[in-house]
Structure formats: C-alpha cells, structure tokens
C-alpha cells in the first residue's frame, strides 16, 4: 500500500448517489463488488445517467469476520427513481477524515483510522450484532479501470464520516 496524499479533514456536501446494496461474506466479497459495479454501469450507461463523479463503495455494517453490508454507487446530482436493485440514497453532510491510498484496502483504511485516533477524534458509528455501523464510511474509486485494469495501481480515497 503506498499513501497518495496527507489524511486530511473536511466539511462535506451531502452526495445523492443511486446504488446496490448488498450483504456478502468479506472474504470474497469483491466478486460481490464487482457483480454489482457490472449491473449498476449497465444501468447507468442503458439509462444514459449523467453522474457526479467516480464511483464508489459504501460501508454501512463492517465485520471482517463475517458479512459486510455494503452499496456500490454512483453520485448523481438529485435523486432518479427507484428501478429493482438500484436505489437512491445519501451519505449525508458532515465533516469528514479521508486518505487517498493506492493497492491494499484494509492497509488504507488502518492508516486513516490510526491518524483520526491519533488526532483525539471519533467516528460516528454504533456496534450492533451485526457489527460495526457507520453513517457515512466509503471509498471512491478515482482511478478509471478502463484506462488502468490493474486494481493495485488504482487511486482510492476513503473517507469516513465523524462524530460532530
């Protein structure tokens, strides 16, 4: 994992996005991702979507040792209508901490976390059963695949949202 950027923190907009949501095991789960990101481009391109942006990854429940509930989105300016699988939503406003990172996730995740821990600062999250929760936790993926098909040479910004 090499770090893009400084973690950084900032006021954020609320993002209107459509996605798919999903719960798959966190072992394997990309092939999940990538089923979701293939129906959601189709969607997007059969539609003639215009979005706001690059796609991204939200993380609604973490737990590492059993099921992600997860959303693979794109940000669109307002909401459209709801169509099966693919919804509309919002990461909501707030003020954020974000890194940008290229290669391993869980390595890009750790180092922002330890940094907002060091800094003396909390995530808005909760504990269920289910495990970690979190109001807004995502990562953009900012590197096109199109142009870059290696996942370990793309550019990624997680951010997660904190308490305010």
Request: charged share 30%.
């Amino acid at each position: 994992m090499i770090i893009v950027g400084k973690p950084k923190i900032e006021k954020r907009p609320t993002i209107n996005y459509m996605g798919i949501r999903f719960i798959a095991p966190f072992k394997g789960m990309s092939k999940d991702i990538r089923k979701s990101a293939n129906e959601l481009n189709a969607w997007v391109d059969e539609n003639k979507v215009k979005t706001m942006g690059p796609p991204f990854l939200r993380y609604h429940v973490i737990d590492m040792r059993g099921f992600m509930d997860l959303s693979f989105c794109v940000p669109v300016r307002k909401a459209l209508a709801n169509d099966g699988n693919i919804k509309a939503d919002i990461i909501p406003a707030g003020k954020y901490a974000s890194l940008i990172y290229t290669g391993g996730g869980i390595s890009g995740n750790r180092a922002l976390i330890e940094w907002v821990r060091a800094q003396g600062l909390g995530f808005d999250r909760w504990d269920t059963k289910e495990g970690d929760n979190f109001r807004g936790r995502y990562e953009t993926y900012l590197t096109d695949p199109k142009i870059q098909p290696r996942r370990s040479q793309w550019e990624i910004e997680v951010a997660i949202k904190l308490v305010d």
